[in-house]
């Protein structure tokens, strides 16, 4: 589902941010990334995402190099992917339904349709009974549980969570990460990341980054 073939990533002669990545992500797996701030972690995921492209390497996404993806291709490929990424926060003016029913609206789909689709992913993340609050009455557990009915309302193949459970209490944080998981049970492929060691702790399979490098997995 997702593979790098030695990928690196260099924005300037000081910043290399991936030296010669290689991985596999099959279908259906959950896959945490580890790795201390600055790690590359942001910058991996963004990839998946063609958000970033590389300066060397091939990543390969669902059968397509992300590579030699036109920009009037990127939108296509984003619809099978589910994004929930520190900077892209909810808009504080509309309502938290209005908010998960975004990607639906903007790729056309009929209100009645959105609307229906979006209270079901509200209601996967146990957030139905908020739909008419807007996201400043919900706490940031409660923020972020609705970023990840955002991401999933498109139903995607593959959810890339950059460190969704950042700055969290424990209780909000594991209420986050059975959302998660709850997806990845019906054969969405996830990646993770995060720098939480009790997450890890009963993690299947972890993949450690650090100063842009992969370290080796332990068996």
Known sequence: MIEFQQVSKQYSAEAMALRDITLNIEKGELVFLAGPSGAGKSTLMKMIAAMERPTSGK?????????KIRRAGIP???????LIFQEQRLLNDRSVLANVMLPLTVSG??????????????DKVGLLERAADEPLALSGGEQQRVSIARAIVNRPQIILADEPTANLDRASATRVLDALKAFHSVGVTCLISTHDELVLESAARVIHLQQGELLKEAA
């Open 109 to 122: 789909a009929p209100r009645a349709a959105a609307e229906q689709r979006a209270r079901a992913a509200l």
């Open 76 to 82: 296509f490929l984003r619809r099978n992917l589910g």
């Open 59 to 67: 990543v390969i996404v669902n059968g397509q190099d992300i590579g």
